[in-house]
């Protein structure tokens, strides 16, 4: 048989052996138009007398991302994936799927019917419909058990983590790895299942599920540990229905679970906000007059500062391969900070999360030094010492001195003016802002502030960088703390404004940790330390009462075991002694307390953030509000099925924040509280944030 295409999929015959390709690029998602392509080449095979087996492949990079997430706001057309699926687990042939680049979600269900499966020692396999508010919805909550056991099932469904074909070997899930399955080889090995092969269904494989009563245990310890923790509860919790009724009942009874929950997920508010952000991530890789032809690729870097946060960058450069110095003023401030990097991947290599191996290559990586000199070589140099202007000033206009001139000059601050470290030196085009979180060498997100002289070079070669170490980047305008610490300080505003009205820390961050967030303002506080705030709001002459009154009484937060709570550890528990001090600072600037509610605390501390951030895209300093959302969830743990602020803000309707926000404006008489002219402008149109700068 030639080779016959069908649309995105062709079939070739070699050696008796029906090769089937899909080809849709990008990722041979299997949207509509693939799937029909495949159940008519299945159709066509099913009558060719010839064919043996067929050998199911993938091109574009992929074998398949799973299924198309943009489908998702309506019901499947028909063939759905389920019925796809069906077809393959029992056609009249075996089916072997070859496994090259990513087979996830609704793509590695479809090789989990097939036969058997190959892959290629780069492959990756992965359920990952968790990070989508979803739950596997073909067959994977009843397959994946059936091949690899409960246990490493439940792990792979609730973290969403794909895995290497190395594990996936060892677990199972894959037949054989080898290089290029879907050539020669691959069609050589199928030929000869058809012949020997063990052709029974994956649904009708019990070993691996035997002995019900003791999966149960294993399944309700291992469901009790990850929902907790699960970044999705109700898309966790539906996951663990299916899985345990495929195990318990029969794949029949798991699948009907599945379909009925997967349904649900599909049409759940936070499903719709997980694929939302999914699309805004990658939005934000696309910021407008970013060209990514016009980076210089990194092969040095260097960071100035072994503090913490230079220490973290450092080894978050050195983990992507990246060789970088790593420069100090003092002896005394680089050996701390290069035994915090030591301490740091020692406790990795413990908990398993590097190898030995890779811990010594990355160390091999950092090179250090008390001169400047040492980063002649650099291509792009990151500044990450102490928080103040004019001691970055100084290292700018130093380092101007030392590094090549077409090197890139970038500022880890949090809050300053990249405008103004610019200025003090002769090139500033080549400065930007590379705005990294706590602990660097950890958190996912790095805001680039593109400065008003910045070129198209430099921003490219920082958001490439970036974007090489594996962590988002998302383009920001010059403001003091740009969108996440601008918005951050509002929030921490009535966070404050709260406690003099009413409320207590406690009752304050339970809000937050209702509402999704890891741990509440106060909790956060007492964890950073509060000296630091107190320190600089002295500095620049600003005070927070209650913050300032818990300083002056010694409490730090944790650190000194006391601070918006009491600590016995890490444990935490209210203390009658904050309540009286808050009591008697509102006593003393004249405020009469009121009890105040769930709700105006949740809108108080949300929807001036908001307000912020449509202020943020009015001056530009945010291209969408998706990239705002993107931050917020990355940086500063927003709980992803809310989307983020601005999406939850589309969700509520801008009509009735907008009016909230001037209901907090009349009651606290705090006019910045009022809906800035974006907000009631789109409010005033009926419009959301989404689409606002498309
Ligand atoms: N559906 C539709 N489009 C997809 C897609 C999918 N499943 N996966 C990726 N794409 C698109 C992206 O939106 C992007 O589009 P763009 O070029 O217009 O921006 C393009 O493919 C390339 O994707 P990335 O920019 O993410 O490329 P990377 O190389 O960085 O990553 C990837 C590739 C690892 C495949 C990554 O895209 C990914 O993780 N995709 C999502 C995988 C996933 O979640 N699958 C499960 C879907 S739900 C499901 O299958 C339900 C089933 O159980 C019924």
Redesign the pocket.
Known sequence: MSEVSTGPVSVDMVDGVARVSMFHP??N?LGLPLRRALVDALAGIAHNRQATAVLLTGQAN?FS??????EFNAAAGSPD?RELVALVEDFPLPVIAAITG?A???GL?LAMAATARLADPEARLGL??I??G?L???G?TGRLPRLVGPERALDMILSGKPISAAQARRDGLVDAVFSDPASKDGVRWAAHFALKGDRTRTRDRQHKIAGAHAVRGTVAALAAVPLRKAKDPSAAQAAIDAITAGIEVSFDAGARVEREKFEERRQSPESAAQRYLFAAE?AARKPKNLNPGTATRVARAGVVGAGTMGGGIAMALAAAGIPVTLVEAEQSALDRGLARIEQNLATSVAHGSRTEADASSERALIESSLDYGALASADLVIEAAFEDLPVKKDIFADLDRHVREDAVLASNTSYLNIDALAAGTAHPERVLGLHFFSPANVMPLVEVVRGSHTNAEALATGFELVRRIGKTPVVVGVCHGFVGNRMLEVRSGQAERLLLEGALPGQVDQVLTDFGFRMGPFAMGDMAGLDIGWRNRKAQGRTAPVSDALCEAGRFGQKTGTGYYAYEGRDRRDDAAVAKLIEGVSAKLGIVRRPISEQEILERLTLPMINEGARILAEGIADLPGDIDVIWVKGYNWPAYRGGPMWYADQMGLALVAARLRHYALLTGDASLAPSALLEQLADDGATFDGYGR
């Open positions: 990008p990722v998602a992929a991302a799973g299924a198309d997430i943009t994936l990513v996830l979600g609704g269900e990952p419909e990070t989508l979803l596997p919805g073909a994977g990658r």
